[in-house]
């Protein structure tokens, strides 16, 4: 049971473009939701995360939205840069629990000249 | 520069020997994790420490133990390795609490078990 989806595998845009990654979940319990970058042989990286309170969290080129009612969030880069080619984790946690976070299987972002 | 140190980058091992992969953490958090990563499933979570001594099995235990003995280190054991664990290792660790649990992951353990 895949609680957390991330239906694109890849992803091409075009240098300067708006970048948009897809986050699907199930489970209506999850209080906060993160993404997360990865570069070959590097550990993922923290990017940014969302409660779910609120619909929408800016930080810099990086917008999230969540949309509860249809268990959707979305991740958004403007305008894409080269360095942010890479592969994107989505995840999803409850408050109560630690060690429960939950990974989507991640979407290859790669960036265009 | 707080980090997860991961001591071996690369590994070659044989079907049946025993594997130990290392994990340090200098940020004085109480959680660390073991999670493998695969083409196409994402992160699976191996097994979770919250405190020394203490573990809970992830979704993927099987085949797998652990040892927390210091709070700094968390290290994965792979007591007779096969060749279906041949993937990449990674280690994370976070502060204890509730909320946003913001992981913090060391470079990865790439193992091929041969």
């Known amino acids: 049971d895949q609680q957390v989806k991330q239906n694109s595998p890849s992803l091409s845009v075009q240098e300067g473009r708006i970048s948009i990654l897809n986050c699907d979940y199930t489970?209506?319990?999850?209080?906060?939701f993160l993404w997360y970058k990865k570069y070959p042989a590097e550990g993922p990286t923290f990017l940014i995360s969302?409660?779910?309170?609120?619909d929408k969290n800016e930080d810099g080129r990086f917008t999230v939205f969540l949309n509860k009612s249809a268990k959707h969030l979305s991740l958004h880069i403007v305008p894409s840069q080269p360095g942010d080619s890479a592969v994107y984790f989505c995840?999803?946690?409850?408050?109560?629990?630690?060690?429960?976070?939950?990974f989507g299987s991640g979407t290859r972002l790669s960036i265009r000249p | 520069d707080v980090k997860v140190t991961q001591s071996s980058r690369y590994l070659v091992k044989r079907t049946g020997e025993k594997v130990f992969l290392e994990c340090v953490q200098d940020m004085d958090h109480e959680n660390m994790f073991w999670y493998r990563q695969d083409p196409g499933l994402g992160l699976r979570l191996i097994y979770f420490s919250y405190d020394v001594k203490m573990k809970e099995k992830g979704d993927i235990p099987e085949g797998y133990s652990v040892s927390r003995e210091k709070k700094e280190r968390f290290s994965l054991i792979l007591e007779s390795a096969s060749t279906n664990q041949t993937s990449m290792y990674l280690c994370?660790?976070?502060?204890?609490?509730?909320?946003?649990?913001?992981?913090?992951f060391g470079a990865g353990s790439r193992l091929t078990v041969l």
């Open positions: 994370a660790s976070s502060n204890q609490g509730a909320g946003a649990n913001v992981l913090t």
């Open positions: 995840a999803a946690n409850r408050y109560s629990s630690a060690s429960k976070i939950i």
């Open positions: 489970n209506s319990m999850f209080d906060y």
């Open positions: 969302i409660s779910s309170i609120k």
